[in-house]
């Protein structure tokens, strides 16, 4: 039984601070390069959605289908497959926030598919936007 | 607020994870460790699975360094080296033939050849309910001809289940050598090993098997013999002190059986595929060859469990290899005779008029309620290499008691249409 749980409740409204996924350290301190608040969580948003099952030791049920579905064939249906994958992912695993859209373009020119998702942070109103590229490699 | 990780010896993933959350909750740099989907979470894995993997290695690898926890058979072998113990291995079933062979007449055209020799190597084929097996023989047997006749007769020849394979070394000191048979199915009773001063050279001195220093010198001719990886055994010859030194460039030949076990124990109805010559070195035909079963595959044995191991290893310790309480006797029984089901040793002194100076030792064979005198004589020989001087021990047969339950049923007459002595049948069918 996993003994993970999740503390959204508790950091509504607090800030959130959290290891830049680049690794790459301050120039002036030498420390890791920390993200904060919105941006935390679109690099959250982010690693979910690229993060395939079974790729977390013990997790299984961390990550989601996305990255396989990229080699589907392009049509309407693997376009819906794709969107209901990226809003469960983030519904089960993100509770900071609300999907409201996710937009996916092929991009058949360069091997990749655009994906744009907004959503609202819980708490906040302003309308958050992650855009990023998922290659089929 | 202390910072120690407080879970030390967990082995579980999550409790694992969880202490690392706890630690990082008393510091103020990072928030985001309980979202999943942070580079904190990431990392946080990466450090539980290596935490976990670390506790997981050093549990298992102390638990494999102790007798009574290991798993893995070969770490069970080497602990068990530490006692002297080395496990027993498969065993060959032995059937009894006896074959007839009609020779011709002589090159000189009027006698028959002086002797025939049944060539050593594997001789015959039989099979039981499972499979068709090959039998071996491990040395040529010679017999003379009958003048009159020209019959030869070769009556009960021993035949071991299995091939009979070689397996040469050279002695070689310019590198570190281990002498391992490359074989795990070896019966080690039957493997015997020559060696020769040089590879060419026909002369050879046949080691014999050792198991302790006692009566060793820097001439006598033994190797010891232990299990390796996998299940091999590796020969070790003496340094100098315990046993003679091998030379460089000596070569050594084994000869040793690769057996089946107790799969081919019952094969029977042997056909004949070996060799038989003349004095003449003319092969006799297989047509002029009778062959009569004497005694089905027997005594087929596998090799030594794991458990079995863990278990007499610390008791063959305790004997020191020599047979004094009653105790000793029950093992050491048990160690030269495995096909024995049970083994009680008492002192004669315990019966009624007491009988000083013999250990009766009653032995239930595993097939069968009785041993044959054969049997209980080799028993008692071996035995007495490891019992003290002036005490002889005495193969006796157990006396078995056969229960015969006698059962009342009672049942209720409206519920079946059978009869009494109908569902009795019934009863007894199932």
């Avoid at chain 2, 493997?191 to 009566?215: C, F, G, H, M, R």
């Avoid at chain 2, 038989?276 to 004497?294: A, F, G």
Wanted: glycine share 6%; aromatic share 10%.
């Amino acid at each position: 039984m996993p003994s993970y749980r999740f503390r959204s409740e508790k950091y509504i409204s607090r800030g959130f601070k959290d290891l830049a996924i680049s690794f790459k350290d301050n120039p002036n301190t030498g420390d890791f390069g920390v993200v904060k608040n919105e941006n935390a969580i679109k690099q959250s948003v982010r690693n979910l959605i690229l993060t395939m099952f079974g790729e977390r030791p013990f997790q299984d049920e961390i990550g989601s289908r996305v990255k396989m579905l990229l080699f589907e064939q392009w049509d309407p249906f693997s376009v819906d497959a794709m969107r209901s994958e990226i809003m469960n992912c983030l519904s089960r695993l993100e509770p900071r926030i609300k999907v409201t859209s996710v937009r996916l373009r092929d991009d058949s020119a360069i091997n990749s598919v655009q994906v744009a998702i907004d959503y609202n942070i819980i708490g906040e109103s302003e309308v958050q936007n992650v855009d990023f590229l998922l290659e089929k490699a | 607020m202390s910072a120690i990780p407080s879970q030390l010896t967990s082995l579980d993933f999550f409790e694992i994870k969880e202490s690392i959350k706890s630690y990082l909750r008393t510091r103020k740099e990072f928030t985001d460790y309980d979202f999943e989907g942070s580079s904190a979470s990431y990392l946080i894995d990466i450090l539980a699975y290596n935490t976990y993997y670390t506790a997981f290695n050093a549990n298992m690898a102390l638990n494999e360094a102790f007798l009574e926890t290991s798993t893995v058979r070969d770490n069970i072998v080497r602990i068990a080296k530490q006692l002297n113990y080395t496990p027993r291995s498969i065993k060959a079933p032995r059937a009894c033939v006896k074959l007839i062979a009609q020779t011709s007449v002589g090159l000189n055209g009027t006698t028959f050849p002086e002797y025939a020799t049944l060539r050593k190597g594997d001789v015959f084929v039989a099979d039981n309910d499972f499979d068709s097996y090959t039998f071996a023989l491990t040395q040529d047997i010679q017999v003379p001809v009958d003048s009159a006749t020209g019959r030869a007769t070769f009556d009960n020849v021993l035949v071991y289940q299995g091939n009979l394979l070689n397996y040469n070394f050279t002695v070689d000191y310019t590198k570190k050598q281990e002498y391992i048979i490359p074989d795990e199915n070896v019966d080690t009773g039957l493997l015997t090993v020559d060696i020769s001063p040089t590879a060419q050279s026909s002369e050879t001195d046949t080691y014999s098997p050792a198991k302790n220093v006692t009566n060793a010198d820097s001439t006598s001719r033994i190797y010891y013999l232990e299990e390796t990886d996998d299940m091999r055994y590796r020969i070790i010859f003496g340094d100098g002190s315990i046993g003679r030194k091998l030379i460089d460039g000596e070569y050594i030949r084994t000869t040793y059986v690769s057996t089946d076990g107790v799969e081919a124990n019952g094969a029977k109805g042997f056909d004949f595929i070996g060799n038989i010559v003349d004095s003449d070195q003319r092969t006799i035909s297989p047509n002029s060859i009778t062959l009569t079963t004497k005694d089905a595959a027997q005594d087929g044995e596998d090799r030594e469990t794991a458990l079995s191991v863990k278990f007499r290893a610390p008791r063959a310790y305790a004997t020191q290899n020599r047979a004094v309480t009653e105790n000793d006797f029950e093992h050491i029984v048990s160690e030269i005779y495995p096909q024995a089901a049970s083994v009680t040793a008492f002192g004669g002194e315990k019966l009624t008029p007491p009988v000083y100076g013999k250990v009766y030792v009653a032995i239930r064979p595993k097939t069968g309620n009785k041993l044959n005198e054969t049997t209980k004589n080799k028993i008692k020989k071996d035995l007495a290499k490891y019992s003290v001087a002036s005490i002889e021990p005495v193969i006796i047969d157990p006396t078995s008691f056969y229960v015969i339950p006698k059962s009342y049923v009672y049942y209720n007459g409206n519920d079946t249409n059978l009869t009494g002595s109908q569902l009795g049948t019934k009863i007894l069918r199932n």
